[in-house]
């Protein structure tokens, strides 16, 4: 986790010559106040690409995605979608339905 004086955005996009860097903040939260103002924490990722117009807007608005691959370069798996949760739900149902049957 690195800890910010204010709120980070979900996701910062710097033109670094004709490269990209995407940084993404996730699990933010606020931490106590102290007597210097607020604080804040989150965990970064960092993913480099090719700079080019409109990177901004591709990444809003195609988050999720973005998200999993500066997940994937970090080597981190990625969460499971709600339709995965569901098929492992139903595979296990289905193998403790036969160990009952026996």
């Not at 710097?14 to 933010?28: P, S």
């Not at 965990?43 to 700079?51: A, Y």
Request: hydrophobic residues 40%.
């Amino acid at each position: 986790m690195t800890e910010f004086g204010n709120r980070p955005p979900e996701f910062a996009v710097h033109k670094i010559g004709d490269m990209a860097q995407v940084n993404f903040y996730t699990d933010i939260e606020q931490l106590p106040d102290t007597e210097n103002g607020e604080r804040w924490q989150a965990n970064e990722l960092h993913l480099t690409v090719p700079w080019r117009q409109r990177l901004e807007q591709t990444v809003s608005d195609n988050y999720a995605a973005w998200l999993a691959m500066a997940q994937e370069a970090a080597g981190i798996e990625p969460e499971p979608s709600i339709e995965q949760r569901v098929d492992v739900v139903e595979e296990n149902l289905s193998l403790l339905a036969e160990v009952i049957a026996l």
